[in-house]
């Protein structure tokens, strides 16, 4: 089992910057890859960013360039640095966990981020 912390979210005017935290807990020891999902209004859940244990990341097209995830090995933490946020960046933030061998994937309660026009 892991459980899954997040926090940061907000309201923040366009071109403005945020950043997200989620700290995990539990089974930390087989957490192989973690990272953010997000959710607009009326649109479907995408990937934003994620990050290995090996450290490779990946990002949403939409958000490369603005965004940067990383994380704090020793704080079981990893952190979405968001940077010209854009109306459209406003959504619910997921943070995801996928732990080995089962992959089994887990998930945040979510936090709001809100960016003003």
């Known amino acids: 089992q892991v459980q899954l912390v997040e926090s940061g979210g907000g309201l923040v005017q366009a071109g403005g910057s945020l950043t997200l935290s989620c700290a995990a807990s539990?089974?930390?020891?087989?957490?192989?890859?973690m990272g953010w999902y997000r959710r607009a209004p009326g649109k479907e859940r995408e990937l934003v960013a994620s990050?290995?244990?090996?450290?490779?990341?990946n990002y949403a097209d939409s958000v490369k360039g603005r965004f940067s995830i990383s994380r704090a090995n020793a704080k079981n933490t990893i952190y979405l640095q968001m940077n010209d946020l854009k109306s459209e960046d406003t959504a619910v933030y997921y943070c995801?966990?996928?732990?080995?061998?089962?992959?089994?994937?887990?998930w945040g309660q979510g936090t709001q981020v809100t960016v003003s026009s």
């Open positions: 995801h966990a996928v732990i080995t061998p089962s992959y089994t994937v887990y």
């Open positions: 539990g089974s930390i020891f087989s957490i192989n890859a």
């Open positions: 990050i290995r244990r090996i450290g490779a990341t």
